[in-house]
T-cell receptor
Framework: DARVTQTPRHKVTEMGQEVTMRCQPI?????VFWYRQTMMQGLELLAY????????DSGMPKDRFSAEMPDATLATLKIQPSEPRDSAVYFC????????????FGDGTRLSIL | SQKIEQNSEALNIQEGKTATLTCNYT??????LQWYRQDPGRGPVFLLL?????KEKRKERLKVTFDTTLKQSLFHITASQPADSATYLC??????????????FGKGTKLSVIP
């Protein structure tokens, strides 16, 4: 079964450090989504891409977060500088454009900012 | 304001019984609705989709209903098994332009099936 791969699975770092999370979407999928999951807020959409172009990043704090797709096999989410409130599980999902399409999630990056 | 509410944070049922999970929403006009399963330490996994013009969908022991008048979806697992224990998330799909749909997720209901 094809899967979305996320690295690293866990990351612990100190406040102020740069954090980069990576995602390899399923081959052939043309949409990529970044979500953040916390107990308080649940699963929130941060940004998404269609055919590698950013379509919406309104869910992201723009001053410190950035998302890119340098090629079709790699999506990145960066936080610089990181803050303790960024601690969460970050998920990447991929899918096909169009109605009635499911999203396929990776297993997430669990981020702890000390 | 827009809200998605799943009936309870946790639901315990006896093995063999039918589990019923509820998803209510306000101030959305979803094109369709999806249900996902999430196990601890894992990402959500797609289970079922139901369109706005469909009343019911089934897949093996799973059944989903969608009532756009009540703004509610019900998710049923019949003959529940301990392996069905997980968190179940509903997600509303809203058209966001250019042929794309955004999903907004509820916070989930944690189901525990007791042997």
């Amino acid at each position: 079964d094809a899967r979305v791969t996320q690295t690293p699975r866990h990351k612990v770092t100190e406040m102020g450090q740069e954090v980069t999370m990576r995602c390899q979407p399923i081959l052939g999928h043309n949409t990529v989504f970044w979500y953040r999951q916390t107990m308080m807020q649940g699963l929130e959409l941060l940004a998404y891409f269609r055919n590698r172009a950013p379509l919406d990043d309104s869910g992201m704090p723009k001053d410190r977060f950035s998302a890119e797709m340098p090629d079709a096999t790699l999506a990145t989410l960066k936080i610089q500088p990181s803050e303790p409130r960024d601690s969460a599980v970050y998920f990447c999902a991929s899918g096909l454009v169009g109605e009635n399409q499911p999203q396929h999630f990776g297993d997430g990056t669990r981020l702890s900012i000390l | 304001s827009q809200k998605i509410e799943q009936n309870s944070e946790a639901l315990n049922i006896q093995e063999g019984k039918t589990a019923t999970l509820t998803c209510n929403y306000t101030n959305y006009s979803p094109a369709y609705l999806q249900w996902y399963r999430q196990d601890p330490g894992r990402g959500p996994v797609f289970l079922l989709l139901i369109r706005e013009n469909e009343k019911e969908k089934r897949k093996e022991r799973l059944k989903v209903t969608f009532d756009t008048t009540l703004k509610q979806s019900l998710f049923h697992i019949t003959a529940s098994q301990p392996a069905d224990s997980a968190t179940y998330l509903c997600a509303l799909a809203v058209y966001s332009g250019a042929g794309s749909y955004q999903l907004t997720f509820g916070k989930g209901t944690k189901l525990s099936v007791i042997p």
